[in-house]
């Protein structure tokens, strides 16, 4: 009987390797056939593994590249202490986290992300980002799936954003730039349910609008007569 799950991950343990051997060369020649083809030669899985594990070529390559950043920040998290830390403190950790291992290879995140405005990568770099910003909420132990679920990933999705394109031209030791660029950011964002709270307060005291046009609708018939 042919066991398909241990075909899926295989495929996928190929796939990561073609991946890793790719990074070094991404800066000089680009996510491009020659890079994976070469890759898939350096990993040892034949010259024609580029072709068949990505047959889109750099589409499919850049997607699994953000796929294998995303599984591997869930590792790399798995032993951290979520009870420890306030929500504040995980999802900085975890945005942390996610970007710290790449570190040697911002040139090739760099390139990946200047392929995500052309129409062939646009939508699966959205599925891609929108994956990520939901891992990283996962991680930290959110299980919201009412309006707050839309609320915390698009509020996370401009801080990892803004994080990561400064992160990309980081050159301060141990990229301390960066994270503390992700400490205010994410200070500023923690600020937003205050924000809201005081927002839906001041428009209770505003008078009911569904009153006022009553009381309008109500005059036209005498004002007309």
Sequence with gaps: MTDYGEIRRQKTAERDALIRAALP??????WSAKTLKAAAIAAGLGEGAAVRLFPGGAKDAVAHFQDLADRLMLEDF??????????RARVTLAVRTRLERWTPY???VRRAL???????????SLRGWC???????????DRSTDFNFYTKRGLLAGVYASTLLFWLDDR????AATWAFLDRRIAEVMQFPQVKARVIERLKMLPD??????????RRPRSAA
């Design 25 to 30: 060369n991404v800066p000089f020649d680009g």
């Design 78 to 87: 798995a032993a951290v202490d979520l009870a420890a830390l306030k929500v």
């Design 106 to 108: 911002r040139e090739a």
């Design 114 to 124: 200047a392929l995500s405005p052309l129409p062939q990568f646009a939508g699966g």
């Design 131 to 141: 994956k990520t910003v939901d891992a990283i909420w996962r991680v930290c132990g």
């Design 172 to 175: 301060s030791e141990n990229c």
């Design 209 to 218: 609008p569904r009153r006022i046009l009553d009381r309008i609708a109500g």
